[in-house]
């Protein structure tokens, strides 16, 4: 039989979540440093079915999203805006003639785990939901759905013999609900009936459901996809996160952080749970905030430049305040050039190339390596005691939370070392905001979703290109025309730092090789900017 798979999502997300992110369809929300999208394809492509995706017609997927949709073998279909979700299913049937197949629906601002995706005439049910919203609710007290069918009055809200939709929906029969949805003036859930009555839905269950279509479950769904690094393990509950490593030292620095950090100071912080040792192992604990990182908000969202001006604001007020709180000795360590040729020595000897080589980016000719690092440093002012103050040590979007509603950013994973490794939450103010540069200017968020495209025509000898629209080039203007902590970026030596935090992290990214050398070509992209600059 012939089988459709659509994930529908032809109409925008709502305020809340507009607020957050921008105008997004629901299958483009972020979820774990991928879109929804890619999550939903996971689920659905082990049929090896026909997968198209609707979208509003005046939205357009950044050339980045486009490429993917293309990689992953998805068909977008482009909705006319103002319809109902049954319009836009009778819609997506007749432009793309599929009257005559057996058709799947999959909301877009869901994700289910465990369902038999061959199986037709089933529609996906629970029996728990989260409270507080509108849910589509059937009667099926036994049987299939055909027989006991029947939308709910909103504010009769379900009884004991009531099942909730949950966003999956397999018709042997595309014509049939054509047929039923336009009956009932393009409304699914009495169109849902109309083709039950003729031919009965059999309720299925999956074994994870995460809807995504509200702020609160959105926030709520999102915590069961975590994004740590290979050499991290985040155990997420309900109200908490639990943080373990294979590296201990670095665990309990995080923690010695968080215990060391100055009361006032503690409003920018998950609430710290204490340090647990247990078996040799070695974690600990944070309260779990449903907030969306800058990361997240960087690379997958659409907000304006009044929104990032607040964002890089409160980025300004915990820097300031960090500002503040000074050692109470002047102990000056190197986080820059020791570190970095370190790093770069571990990197070559994995990779097998010389730090010596001249390189080369999109056709310009560079330094070596090491000349680069060492050119880099001269850049960056000595640190003084006016330089030494509390930092987070680790300032980059992947580490930021921002609540919309209190404007105020939440910090997690601070470095909590000095450049030997000692327990300390004091360093160099300026590494902060060079690292905040390496996530605004640098885009290193992007590299790390895999948003680049890059090119090896040598060992040393590289193309890269970032994606480059509207929001990145405002976000790069509001960051340099502003200042952190009484330090403008430029003041900070901001450029160069970024720099050397790109070549110094090399080593860390061995598990993919392609990110590996496309980081290194940042690098690269960086030091010519920085360069010119000077």
């Not at 000349?371 to 992947?398: K, N, Y």
């Not at 902060?432 to 680049?452: E, N, P």
Request: aromatic share 8%; with cysteine.
């Amino acid at each position: 039989m012939n089988r459709v798979f659509l994930i529908s999502s032809a109409a925008y997300v709502e305020a809340e979540l507009i607020a957050e992110f921008g105008r997004l369809p629901p299958a483009f929300l972020p979820l774990g440093n991928r879109r929804l999208f890619a999550h939903q394809h996971a689920s659905l492509a082990a049929a090896g079915h026909r997968i198209l995706l609707s979208i509003p017609e005046d939205f357009t997927p950044e050339p980045t999203d486009a490429a993917l949709l293309v990689k992953l073998g998805i068909e977008v279909v482009k909705v006319p805006p103002g319809l109902t979700l049954g319009q836009s299913l009778v819609y997506v049937i007749n432009i793309t003639a599929l009257a005559g197949h057996a058709f799947t629906v999959l909301h877009g601002d869901t994700v289910l785990e465990g369902l038999d995706t061959e199986a037709t005439d089933v529609a996906s049910v629970t029996t728990v939901v989260p409270p507080g919203y509108p849910w589509g609710y059937v009667q099926a007290p036994d049987g299939p759905l055909g027989q006991t069918i029947g939308g709910l009055p909103p504010a009769s809200g379900p009884n004991e013999d009531s099942v909730a939709l949950t966003g999956y929906f397999s018709f042997s029969d595309a014509s049939l609900l054509v047929q039923s949805v336009t009956r009932a003036a393009g409304d699914f859930l009495k169109g849902l009936i109309g083709y039950a009555a003729q031919k009965p839905l059999r309720p299925v269950s999956a074994t994870r459901w995460l809807d995504f279509g509200h702020a609160s479950t959105y926030h709520a769904s999102r915590q069961a996809i975590t994004t740590e690094r290979g050499f991290n393990k985040l155990t997420a509950r309900r109200r908490s996160l639990s943080k373990s490593s294979t590296n201990e030292h670095k665990i309990e620095a995080e923690a010695n952080w968080f215990e060391s950090l100055p009361p006032p100071l503690r409003v920018f912080t998950p609430a710290y749970l204490g340090l647990h040792q247990q078996g040799g192992a070695v974690s600990y604990g944070l309260e779990y905030l449903h907030l969306p990182t800058l990361s997240d908000l960087f690379v997958f969202g659409r907000l304006p430049g009044r929104a990032w001006d607040q964002i890089l604001e409160a980025c300004d007020e915990f820097l300031t305040a960090c500002a503040a709180y000074r050692p109470d000795t002047a102990q000056i360590s190197d986080l820059y050039l020791d570190k970095t040729l370190a790093r770069l020595e571990r990197f070559a000897a994995a990779a097998g190339i010389s730090l010596s080589q001249p390189c080369r980016l999109n056709g310009m000719a560079l330094p070596s390596l090491e000349q680069m690092a060492r050119l880099a440093v001269t850049a960056i002012p000595a640190a003084t005691a006016e330089s030494m103050a509390l930092v987070h040590g680790d300032f980059c979007f992947s580490n930021i939370l921002y609540n919309f509603r209190s404007q105020q950013v939440r910090v997690i994973d601070p470095r909590g070392l000095d450049g030997q490794d000692r327990f300390t939450a004091y360093g160099d103010r300026r590494y902060d905001i060079g690292k905040l540069h390496h996530s605004a200017i640098g885009k290193y968020d992007f590299i790390v979703a895999g948003f680049y495209d890059l090119t090896r025509h040598g060992p040393l000898d590289l193309s890269l290109a970032l994606p480059d629209n509207p929001s990145t080039q405002v976000l790069q203007t509001l960051f340099n025309g502003r200042s952190f902590a009484g330090l403008r970026p430029a003041d900070a030596a901001a450029q160069a730092i970024s720099v050397l935090l790109f070549l110094s992290m090399l080593p860390l990214h061995a598990e993919d090789p392609q990110r590996q050398i496309a980081l290194l070509a940042n690098a690269m992209r960086l030091f010519i900017d920085l360069d010119q600059g000077n």
